[in-house]
């Protein structure tokens, strides 16, 4: 289930990207496409961790550290 949703992010990011024609507006689609990425590779990691409200911690804090490092790493910020 997690990983249609996932999947799907991903998709749309794609699709959204495939429009750009502007280079201004491509970097801005793809610091965000690189961001949705991130937070959703962290937060897949982040739901191995624990059990109950752990593991809801522990996705939470991955998702928003995985979209940080990814926008840090493709110099978005």
């Not at 965000?32 to 911690?57: E, H, K, R």
């Amino acid at each position: 289930m997690k990983t249609g949703f996932v999947l799907t992010c991903l998709a749309v990011a794609a699709a959204g990207l495939s429009g750009c024609s502007n280079p201004a507006d491509q970097r801005e689609a793809e610091c965000v496409a690189g961001t949705v990425g991130g937070a959703a590779l962290g937060g897949l990691v982040g739901n191995q961790i624990g059990a109950g409200t752990g593991n809801v911690l522990a996705t939470a804090v991955g998702t928003a550290a995985g979209a940080a490092i990814a926008n840090t790493q493709m110099g978005c910020s």
